[in-house]
């Protein structure tokens, strides 16, 4: 079945630890984006890519760093420059160009900082 | 300024009644794109339904529908005979065209409404 993997689902740092969430699709989808969520409120945009090689800060960048060497993979990584990195941190994907296109989600990873 | 607004923080409603779930949004592009989804305790989201700008009918999906109000730039959820599996929080999100392009941008999500079904 095609969707979205987002691996792990639960993990705990320390301050100062450099962490990476995975996500993986398997949709064929050339955008992915990740959000942010805490506690109560609403998905705010790290970061999104359109495009192989490519990829756009989203509304909260800071503190967070992304890669997109392959069509399948956003990986994300938390770095100690995030000063409140504890929040659940969830994974879309879409296809491309129409203001349409459905986002498909991952099952989210919950970061917390000890 | 909030491009989604949803004033709701939590919302009751009986089993088998219907229910309506608030969103404004502000956007100054004639083009865009509106969507709902569903967040359940364990966090996945899901995609409820989808209404574009340019769309004469109020899209349905299932017990689904949206009361698409353009010149009030609203767009409420509308949710028909409740069920128990149906509470969970309830997200209003837009797709905006981007500056100056025909593509389209980033989803930008409301705050959410978390919503109760009581047997």
């Known amino acids: 079945d095609g969707g979205i993997t987002q691996s792990p689902k639960y993990l705990f740092r320390k301050e100062g630890q450099n962490v990476t969430l995975s996500c993986e699709q398997n949709?064929?989808?050339?955008?992915m984006y990740w959000y942010r969520q805490d506690p109560g409120q609403g998905l705010r945009l790290i970061y999104y890519s359109q495009i192989v090689n490519d990829f756009q800060k989203g509304d909260i960048a800071e503190g967070y760093s992304v890669s997109r060497e392959k069509k399948e993979s956003f990986p994300l990584t938390v770095t100690s420059a995030q000063k409140n990195p504890t929040a659940f941190y969830l994974c879309?994907?879409?296809?491309?160009?129409?203001?349409?296109?459905?986002?498909?989600f991952g099952a989210g990873s919950r970061l917390t900082v000890l | 300024a909030q491009k989604i607004t949803q004033t709701q923080p939590g919302m009751f409603v009986q089993e088998k009644e219907a229910v309506t779930l608030d969103c404004t949004y502000d956007?100054?592009?004639?083009?865009?794109?509106l969507f709902w989804y569903k967040q359940p305790s364990s966090g996945e989201m899901i995609f409820l339904i989808y209404q574009g700008s340019y769309d004469q009918q109020n899209a349905t999906e299932g017990r689904y529908s949206l009361n698409f109000q353009k010149a009030r730039k609203s767009a409420n959820l509308v949710i028909s005979a409740s069920q128990l599996g149906d509470s969970a929080m309830y997200f209003c999100a837009m797709r905006e065209r981007r500056a100056g392009g025909t593509s389209y941008g980033k989803l930008t999500f409301g705050q959410g409404t978390i919503l109760t079904v009581h047997p």
């Open positions: 949709l064929n989808h050339d955008a």
């Open positions: 879309a994907s879409s296809t491309s160009g129409g203001g349409a296109n459905v986002l498909t």
């Open positions: 956007t100054s592009d004639p083009s865009y794109g």
